[in-house]
C-alpha cells in the first residue's frame, strides 16, 4: 500500500528524516517509536502529504506529492495530537466533518442519510452519542480524542495515521482503541501506523515495529524482534531493566525468605 | 429550540426591522399605511385606497431604500467578518484587520481631492475606487504574507495586513494634511452614512451580497475545517491554499463594496459572528445566514438611531453601532458565559 524509499524531509530545508524506507502492506498495525524529537510526526506528516520530500514516497503506486489533496484524504487521514480550538462546534458536528469527501454533490453542500448513519455508528462506537449536542470546548482531553477518532473513521480511509493517539485517554479507553483500530485494519485494504510512547501498548497490539533515533531508521522488524531490552535501553538511553526490577521492589511485598529483617 | 426555528425567528424580526424603518423618523408613519405601501409596490395589492403620495414616498422611496441599503451593508459586513475570523482562527480578525478599509478610504480620499470622475459609472466613481483600493491592499497584504510564511498561517497574515493598515493610514494621513480643505469631506466619508441614498445603490450592491453569500454557503464546510486549523483541513481533502485564497477574495469583496458605499462601519463585523455563535453553535451553515440577518438587521435598528435621536441632524451611523453594540455585545457574551 504505502512504500517508502530513501525519503528525505523537515522544515526549512533542513532534514529530520533521512533516508528512510519501509513498506506497508495491507493488515499491518506499524509502530513507530524513538526518543522526542526524533521525527516520528514529521515522518507521519510527510506521509500524510503535508511536507516536502525528496526520495520516493508512494501511496498505492502513486508519488504523494502528484496527489491532489481530495486523492490523498480518500485513502489517509491522520488523527494528530489535540489542536486547540476557539469555536463551539457540537460533537456531533465536528465529526460530520469527517464526511467532506463522501458529501452529496451540487453547488451547496448537504448531508445525506449515509452520512448520518454513519457518524452515529461512530459516534456509538466512541460512546459519545449522548453527548453529540455538546460544544467541543467543554469536553475533557479524553473526550476530545474520541471525537477526533470517530471522526477519522467517518472518513473511511484505508490508511489511518496516529499521532500519540493513547495521550489523554485512561486506560480503559486506550485499550478499547488499540482493539478497535486491531479490528478495524483487518479489513481487506486497510492499514495503520502509529505513533506510540506506550511500549507495551506498541507490544502488544503492533505487528511491526520502526525504531527511528535522529531521523533514521535505527531498526525496524517484527515487534518481538525489535523490542528487546537492549535496543531499548540503547535507543531511549534508559536501563529498562533495573527501572523495572527497582519499581516491583518497591510495591511488591517480599517474598518469604527473602526478607533481610 | 432547533437551529432551523431560530433561522424563521431571525428571518421574522429583521421583516420587523425593515418595518421599524419604515415607520419610524421626523414624520410617523403608522404602521398599517407602511404595510400597504410595501403590499402595493412589492405585489401590486391594494390595502389601503388612501394613502397620501407623500406618504408612499417617504416610505418606499426614502425610508425603505435607505434601510434596505443599510442591511445589505450590515449583512455584507457581518458574513465578511465571520470569514476571516474563521480563515484566519482568530476571533478579533476581520477583513479591516487586513486593511480594506484603510485601502478603501485612501481611494475614496484620492477620488475626493481630485474630483475624478469616470465617464461610464459617473457618481459611482468614488466607490468603485474604494472598492478597488480596497481589495488591492488586501491583496498585497495577503500576498506579502504568503512569500514571507509558505504555510500560509493565520498569524502571518494578520500581522502583515496590520502592517499594511499603519501604512496606509499613514498615506491618508499625508493626503488629509496637505489637502486641508477636504479633509472634512474624507472624515465624513469614513464615518459612514446612508444619507441619500436611493434604489439605484441598492441595485448595485444586492447582486453582490446575494452572489458573496451564495458562494460563502459553498465553502461552509471548508470554512468549519478550516477552523480546526490548516492541517486538519488539509488531511480531510481541503485544497487549503487555493480555498483560503478564494474565501479571503469573497469576504474583501463584500466588505470593500459596503464600505464603499456607505463609508467606514466598525464593530458590525466583529460582533456579529460572535453573537451568532453563542446562539446556534459554530457550524458555518447556520452561522453565515443567520450572521448576515443579525448584522443587517443591526444596521438598521443603528440608522433607524443615527437619523431619529437629535432628528433633524443625522449622527454618524458608525458610531451608533459602536455605541449600541459595544453594551450588547458583552451583556451577550457574559449572559452566555455564566451559563458555564
Known amino acids: ?261 | 429550540m432547533k437551529n432551523s426555528s431560530k433561522l424563521g425567528g431571525m428571518i421574522t424580526l429583521s421583516l420587523l426591522c425593515f418595518l421599524a424603518a419604515a415607520c419610524i423618523g421626523s414624520v410617523a408613519i403608522p404602521a398599517k399605511e407602511a404595510l400597504a405601501v410595501i403590499a402595493q409596490r412589492l405585489f401590486g395589492i391594494s390595502l389601503l385606497r388612501d394613502v397620501e403620495p407623500l406618504t408612499q414616498t417617504i416610505v418606499w422611496d426614502l425610508r425603505l431604500a435607505r434601510a434596505s441599503l443599510a442591511f445589505l451593508v450590515g449583512a455584507s459586513l457581518a458574513v465578511s467578518g465571520t470569514v476571516m475570523q474563521s480563515v484566519l482562527r482568530n476571533p478579533l480578525a476581520s477583513s479591516y484587520t487586513l486593511g480594506v478599509s484603510s485601502g478603501a478610504s485612501l481611494g475614496a480620499a484620492l477620488i475626493i481631492i481630485s474630483g475624478f470622475s469616470l465617464p461610464i459609472v459617473g457618481a459611482f466613481t468614488l466607490p468603485l475606487a474604494g472598492l478597488l483600493t480596497g481589495l488591492l491592499t488586501v491583496y498585497l497584504a495577503v500576498a506579502m504574507a504568503s512569500r514571507v510564511d509558505k504555510g500560509f498561517s493565520g498569524n502571518t497574515i494578520v500581522l502583515t495586513g496590520m502592517v499594511f493598515t499603519l501604512f496606509v493610514n499613514a498615506l491618508l494621513t499625508l493626503v488629509a494634511y496637505f489637502f486641508p480643505n477636504r479633509t472634512r469631506h474624507i472624515l465624513l466619508w469614513q464615518m459612514g452614512s446612508f444619507a441619500l441614498k436611493d434604489w439605484g445603490t441598492v441595485r448595485v450592491l444586492l447582486p453582490i451580497a446575494i452572489v458573496g453569500l451564495l458562494f460563502l454557503m459553498r465553502y461552509a464546510r471548508e470554512l468549519d475545517m478550516l477552523t480546526f486549523g490548516e492541517e486538519q483541513a488539509a488531511v480531510m481533502g481541503v485544497e487549503t491554499r487555493r480555498v483560503k485564497w478564494i474565501l479571503m477574495f469573497l469576504a474583501a469583496a463584500l466588505t470593500g463594496s459596503a464600505v464603499s458605499f456607505a463609508g467606514v462601519i466598525g464593530f458590525i463585523d466583529l460582533i456579529s459572528p460572535h453573537v451568532v455563535r453563542r446562539w446556534v453553535g459554530a457550524a458555518h451553515r447556520w452561522v453565515l445566514p443567520l450572521s448576515a440577518l443579525f448584522g443587517g438587521s443591526f444596521m438598521v435598528l443603528a440608522d433607524i438611531v443615527a437619523r431619529t435621536v437629535i432628528s433633524p441632524t443625522e449622527l454618524p451611523v458608525g458610531a451608533i453601532t459602536a455605541l449600541l453594540g459595544g453594551p450588547f455585545f458583552l451583556y451577550v457574551y457574559f449572559q452566555k458565559r455564566r451559563r458555564y
Open chain 1, 1 to 261: 500500500m504505502l512504500t517508502l524509499d530513501q525519503v528525505y524531509c523537515g522544515y526549512d530545508s533542513e532534514d529530520v528524516i533521512r533516508n528512510v524506507s519501509f513498506r506497508v502492506k495491507e493488515g499491518d498495525i506499524l509502530c513507530l517509536l524513538g526518543p522526542n524529537g526524533c521525527g516520528k510526526t514529521t515522518l507521519l506528516k510527510a506521509i500524510a502529504g503535508l511536507l516536502p520530500y525528496k526520495g520516493h514516497l508512494r501511496w498505492l503506486g502513486q508519488e504523494i506529492h502528484t496527489l491532489k489533496r481530495n486523492q490523498l484524504a480518500a485513502g489517509i487521514a491522520l488523527m494528530s495530537q489535540i489542536s486547540e480550538t476557539y469555536f463551539e462546534y457540537s460533537v456531533y458536528d465536528t465529526v460530520m466533518l469527517g464526511r467532506y469527501l463522501h458529501g452529496k454533490k451540487g453547488f451547496l453542500p448537504s448531508i445525506s442519510d449515509e452520512d448520518r448513519v454513519m457518524v452515529r455508528k461512530a459516534l456509538e462506537e466512541v460512546e459519545l452519542w449522548r453527548e453529540r449536542e455538546h460544544p467541543i470546548t467543554q469536553l475533557s482531553g479524553g473526550q476530545l480524542q474520541r471525537v477526533f477518532l470517530a471522526r477519522t473513521f467517518v472518513q473511511e480511509p484505508k490508511l489511518i495515521l496516529l499521532d500519540e493517539p493513547t495521550n489523554h485517554l485512561d486506560l480503559k479507553y486506550q485499550l478499547e482503541l488499540m482493539e478497535r483500530l486491531s479490528v478495524w485494519s483487518k479489513q481487506p485494504g486497510r492499514a495503520v501506523i502509529g505513533v506510540f510512547h506506550d511500549l507495551n501498548l506498541a507490544m502488544q497490539f503492533a505487528e511491526k515495529v520502526i525504531i527511528l533515533d535522529q531521523g533514521q531508521v535505527v531498526l525496524q522488524g517484527p515487534t518481538g524482534q525489535v523490542l528487546q531490552d537492549s535496543m531499548i535501553s540503547k535507543v531511549f538511553d534508559v536501563d529498562v531493566l533495573n527501572y523495572m526490577q527497582s519499581s516491583l521492589k518497591k510495591w511488591l511485598p517480599p517474598l518469604e525468605g527473602n526478607d533481610s529483617r
